[in-house]
């Protein structure tokens, strides 16, 4: 519980982290009249690699500037399993970020002060900050996926140059898998290309498959690799808590979207919404369960789940019979369930029975 008053609240709070949750929380905490202190192990934010891409929604704290963006994108083209569904666009915006950048912004329109190459101990909860031993018990944990208790799952990508063939640069692609339940993607890096596959297979197979899928698609197979990049996702939705009295934010809190990976807006939200909870004397754990977008998580936890009992033919169904609106509101979390009903419930019996299973009617 939350007793104390907000004018007894020391002047500065710790964030662990210098990736989007704790430059999040950061922008939060300075807002509120508050000294964010950053703790971070490496030399630089941002150091997770990345796709980059971020969609375009009203509920980022702060606007993107145009300096940072690499690319602009409006559209988005849907395979599954190789077979196009369709190419959206119009009613769709994101961009792809020079992410270090971002953050770097961000951090300028704040009071801050950052150490880096200085770790903080989880397990004693004490960090070592310019030769002084401080005990780290007021703030935010955004420590990142290594702290996450819950389900993961591999991403490797590479970021290709030299000749690209005709990729759409303000095009967005995804190529579902069926059978490793994730999916390959496309995405422009400013004159440059990232191609990358996320799913449930191991790191190995997963860049054997990526090869495969790069050596099949013309555009791709003469270019060179400018940077290989591999990690994980937190895919098994929240872990809210705290880690020596830090609340945990981003990935290490679960802030990921489960279907899609999109990590990036989800840990700034929620960075924003514990710094801003604590900076107030509010209970943060209260204010991000309030969040809609804890819900989509959740939302899409669930739906993951489904996924995996149906079958690779069954999971085919389903996403090729889902608007266009659909997928993009299922991707960026604003979904009902009632909608996929809505969706399914005209269909052929085939969908009613996919449907049947799912929810375990
Ligand atoms: C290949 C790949 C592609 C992706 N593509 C996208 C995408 O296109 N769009 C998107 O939205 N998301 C994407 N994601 C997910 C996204 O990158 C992450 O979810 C997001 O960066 C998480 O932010 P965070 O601040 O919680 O953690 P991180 O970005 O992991 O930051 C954690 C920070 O904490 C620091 N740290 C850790 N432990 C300590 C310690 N003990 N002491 C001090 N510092 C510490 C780390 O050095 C790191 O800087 C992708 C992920 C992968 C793997």
Do not use: Q
């Given at each position: 519980m939350f007793n104390f008053e907000v004018s007894s609240l020391p002047d500065r709070f710790y964030i662990i982290g210098g990736g989007p949750g704790g430059v999040g929380a950061a922008y939060a905490i300075s807002k509120a009249g508050f000294k964010p202190v950053i703790i971070e192990v490496?030399?630089?934010?941002?150091v997770k690699p990345c796709g980059r891409g971020v969609p375009v929604t009203s509920d980022i704290p702060f606007g993107i500037p145009?300096?940072?963006?690499?690319n602009k994108i409006s559209y988005v083209k849907l395979y599954v399993d190789r077979l196009k569904l369709f190419k959206a666009g119009g009613w769709l915006n994101g961009f792809i970020i020079d992410k270090r950048e971002f953050l770097e912004h961000i951090l300028s329109e704040t009071r801050a002060d950052i150490y880096y190459r200085a770790r903080y101990n989880h397990k004693s909860g004490v960090a070592r900050l310019g030769g002084e031993t401080i005990d780290v018990r007021r703030g935010v944990f955004?420590?990142?996926?290594?702290?996450?208790?819950g389900e993961r799952i591999p991403v490797v990508q590479y970021i290709l140059g030299g000749?690209?063939?005709?990729?759409?640069?303000?095009t967005i692609e995804i190529y579902f898998d069926t059978e490793i339940l994730g999916y390959y993607y496309v995405f422009p890096h400013g004159d440059n290309v990232e191609v990358g596959v996320g799913g449930f297979r191991d790191h190995n197979t997963l860049w054997k498959l990526l090869d495969k899928f790069i050596s099949k698609d013309s555009r791709l197979k003469n270019s060179i690799v400018v940077e290989r990049e591999a990690a994980v996702v937190s895919i098994g939705g929240l872990r809210l808590g705290y880690i020596n009295g830090l609340v945990k934010v981003g990935e290490a809190a679960?802030?990921?979207?489960?279907?899609?990976?999109?990590?990036i807006r989800p840990s700034i939200i929620s960075g924003y919404i514990a710094g801003e909870a604590l900076a107030k004397g509010l209970d943060p754990i209260r204010e991000l369960r309030r969040l809609r977008l804890s819900e989509a998580i959740s939302i899409q936890r669930r739906l993951l789940e489904w996924a995996k009992r149906l079958s690779v033919e069954e999971r085919r169904r389903l996403i090729s019979t889902l608007t266009p609106q659909a997928h993009a509101e299922i991707a960026l979390g604003y979904f009902r369930l009632h909608k996929l009903v809505q969706n399914l419930?005209?269909?052929?019996?085939t969908m009613v029975k996919i449907l049947t299973k799912i929810i375990g009617l």
């Open positions: 490496h030399d630089r934010l941002a145009k300096s940072i963006v690499l955004s420590g990142g996926f290594p702290y996450y208790e000749s690209l063939g005709d990729v759409e640069m303000d679960g802030y990921v979207l489960p279907l899609t990976g999109e990590g419930i005209f269909k052929p019996l």
